[in-house]
């Protein structure tokens, strides 16, 4: 969760699951080694970022397939994505009936129904938007990258094939740490929830968890300042970093 003040945005909150953050109180630590899962709900989270902040978001960035219409196959976003990034390694996935299936239905109607308005290539004026945000091609831009990053915890033995797995996690954290250093530069504060993350976590994938909720906030802070490209039509649109 990010605070944006004039020009300056300010990480307010970070965990390593929804649970933990619905779980947080002002002034509470986090529960980085929470193994607590959780499905996404929408009414929870507002109320939890109520409860930190003292109002809803004006904004809400969400890495999942999200449309005006029912998705069944690949769309336009999907495909414009592609053919950007692509060659870079950061084509998107296919999303399906099943994926994001009922679950991203709900919560998309159910942010909806709090008034958060779905922002497409047809623009829609709101004090409450929703976006869709996709994380490798943001990061390739921030980075200055002409490669989608390295910073997948589960893929780290095709990343570097020929190294031990301590040299393959000591690779690892060196990206994670560029990561947060570049972020710092965004959101104040973003370095050392990382950090204190990459520490603390039970699992490198609780951290890596974060690292992406924290680069979807700063498309969320991009898409505020308008300083995004979105890609897509006028049902469902992709909003990457310019």
């Not at 159910?110 to 497409?120: C, M, P």
Request: glycine share 6%.
């Amino acid at each position: 969760m990010v605070e944006v003040v004039g020009r300056r945005a300010v990480l307010l909150a970070a965990a390593p699951s929804y649970a933990a953050f619905c779980e947080l109180k002002q002034d509470a630590k986090v529960d980085w080694r929470s193994r607590k899962g959780s499905r996404l709900e929408a009414e929870e989270i507002l109320e939890a970022t109520v409860r930190l902040s003292g109002r809803l978001p004006d904004l809400i960035a969400v890495d999942m397939p999200l449309s005006t219409e029912p998705i069944s196959r690949r769309r336009a976003a999907d495909d414009l994505v592609s053919s950007a990034f692509g060659a870079m390694g950061a084509g998107t996935h296919s999303p399906s009936v099943e994926r994001p299936g009922a679950h991203g239905r709900n919560l998309q109607r159910a942010f909806e129904k709090q008034g958060y308005v779905l922002q497409t290539m047809r623009r829609q004026t709101s004090a409450k938007q929703l976006i869709e945000v996709y994380p490798h091609p943001a990061l390739i831009h921030l980075c200055r990258s002409d490669r989608r990053l390295p910073y997948k915890a589960s893929k780290c033995s095709q990343y570097w094939p020929g190294m031990t797995a301590s040299e393959r996690k000591e690779s690892l954290l060196r990206v994670w740490r560029e990561i947060a250093e570049r972020l710092e530069h965004e959101i104040a504060g973003a370095q050392s929830a990382i950090s204190e993350a990459i520490r603390s976590c039970r699992s490198k994938k609780a951290a890596e968890d974060v690292i992406d909720a924290i680069v979807c906030a700063w498309v969320g802070v991009c898409f505020l300042k308008g300083s995004v490209t979105g890609f897509g039509d006028s049902a469902a649109a992709i909003w990457i970093p310019a």
